[in-house]
């Protein structure tokens, strides 16, 4: 195990708490929501004006729609930035770094918005700090709207029970893959002149765009979780273009992103769903706590199995099913600190009858935004009903929990219709400059093994690996990952090989909490779940 010593002030356990309460800080007075983006105009170069509460700066930049018929239309690029602190002019000024929260569909607007200032803190203030929304995402122009009335998008309904491929939902599989087949046929219809241009590529030559924007020719660039996919594209197609780019919480972009493969993903999942066993087991204060791991793990499978065989209505409507439970679930994986006590806490209010605080977790009705792009970047899908089955059964063992939702995406887009055939690989190849991958031991969506895959397709990178549950590095800060992002971006330098991040201490079921009401449970969602916000709730 190795690691390195803590290179600047700000990376200090004083100086992390600094760092994120000037984020915090940053956000208090005002929401995302609250700046009408309208006010700005839209300019082919980058007219920054003051937004939200100073410092912060925002702009709207228009892109080609289409980079092969530049005269064809615009997308207008939402950007949100946080200025560095020293003069631009000066030798000490490094450039715009650019940052990507994942998704397919978040938003880097909000990100910086609510944790700019803990971002770039360990990256340097010496660097702006620039969140964008990704074409067709959030602020960005034209929207990516699948559904042309709220009708619509109800009728579809696609919350996890529409798409999952759970074993026992198997039986309506042949009536779901109809649909999904009259969906693709809807989003055309509705938004396909549009979403073929809603690519992973067309978002790599964005940056780009972005970056000589600055006057520079060579991307800084950190991304995380779906950011990694953006970033893998990126330094396939531009590998002399980068400065700086690290990618955090990876996915399998050589073998698995455009291929629709998503196996790979999930064989870390049952690690960490293990790890809110074990913590539950170690910890009285935990509110399904069992004397062992193993004791909790039956406590948890007993529940799963009691509404596997009833689901439960929600009061004020809606309906716990296994999926959404198992969805739930899932969703507390990205951020164990924040989110194993509440876990538990809807678990042990679910045996007593109460479904309403897990309940909080699901996303009910999905707009199918993540979905439309990956089914639009990803090869095409002709899977029947049978082939569905068949694959989901093949995938079974790669997690005993999850493997389902990976079988959902291919039945998604078994019926859709939108496949320009842009870039999709291969992923790989000698970057300007090497490439910073970082993967935590337990991440039940973007594996280890997938940082390591990626590095093996850039010469000269390293991986960093950060031995903790939870969702990419932010699943909790760590002054040794920070350390290292900071030697990264400041002098260039990667860890050795083998390095390895193991020096935090967390409590993930701190006594004397009290047991979360849904109400309660929505109210610490105010900010999307996702595993950037965990900072912000620090």
Known sequence: MRSIPILHSMLTVRGLLTALSLGASLALAQDPSSFDWTTITASNTLNWVSCYD???????????????????????????????????????YKGPVLFNPGGPGGSGVDTVFWLGGAIQGVIGTNYDLIGFDPRGIARSTPKIELFASQAEREYFNLGPDARDMEEISMSTLPARWAKMQELGEVAEENIGHLIK????????????????????????????????????????????KIDRMMLDGNEDVVNAYYSLDWRVHVQDADKAIQAFFDECAAAPAC????????????????????????PVPVPGGGTLTLVALKSAVLTATYEPVAYFSL??????ALELGDPAPIYSFVEVNGDGVEQAVVCTDGHKVTDTPEDLEEYAEEIEPYSSYFSSFVASFRLFCSGWKVHPKNFDGPIGGQTSHPIFFVGNTADSVTPLGAAFTMSAAFPGSEVLTYNIPGHTS??????????HTNAYFQQGVLPAPGTICDDVEIDYFPSGVQASTAAEVKEKRRVPLNPKMIWASL
């Open 54 to 92: 100073p410092p912060f700066e925002c702009a709207r930049f228009n892109v080609p729609l289409n980079y092969k018929k530049p005269k064809a239309g615009t997308a207008a690029i939402a950007l949100l930035r946080l200025p560095t602190t020293v003069d631009r002019t000066s030798t000490a």
């Open 474 to 483: 932010f699943a909790y800060p760590s002054p040794c990952v920070m350390g």
């Open 343 to 348: 876990l538990a806490q809807g678990l042990r």
């Open 287 to 310: 509110a399904i706590h069992e004397p062992t791991a193993a004791a909790v793990k039956t406590r948890f499978d007993a529940i799963l199995a009691s509404v596997a065989a009833t």
């Open 197 to 240: 241009h809603m690519t992973t590529d067309n978002i790599a030559r964005d940056m780009l765009k972005i970056t000589q924007a600055h006057g520079r020719e060579k991307l800084l660039y950190w991304g995380i979780s779906y950011g990694t996919v953006i970033g893998a594209t990126f330094a396939s197609m531009f590998p002399n």
